[in-house]
């Protein structure tokens, strides 16, 4: 019995660190996700990088005021080369996200979790 309650404790240890360490990571992704730009900050997300091919796409391309995080509206000059920013810099950082939640999943003890 004394084994099981071992293996359970363990478990709990192992699940209750691998939870802490995928929230730092999310929380650590997401703060790459804010930009600021033009002295706005924008959250990049599927909704943000949509609107701003639907606005390139209806030729909306120059002098294009978007309404920031904070509900402030900021001038883009050049709204192709802020869709550019934007898609490059969410594309990388969900690579690195799903890189480090991949080696997450990987590690099987304490220990593991807590040296990545």
Known sequence: M????????????????FSIQRRT??????????????????????DLISFVQILIDQGRINGIPLIDMNENPVMIDDLTEFR???????FTTTLEYYEQ??????????????DL
């Open 25 to 46: 990571l999310k929380e650590k992704i997401e703060s790459k996700l804010v930009y600021g730009f033009n002295g706005g900050i924008f959250k990049i997300d599927r």
């Open 101 to 114: 939640y991949e080696a997450l999943k990987k590690n099987r003890s304490v220990e593991k979790l807590l």
């Open 2 to 17: 004394d084994e099981q309650f071992k293996k359970a404790l363990e478990f709990s240890n192992y699940r209750h660190t």
């Open 84 to 90: 550019d920013e934007i898609v490059d810099r969410y």
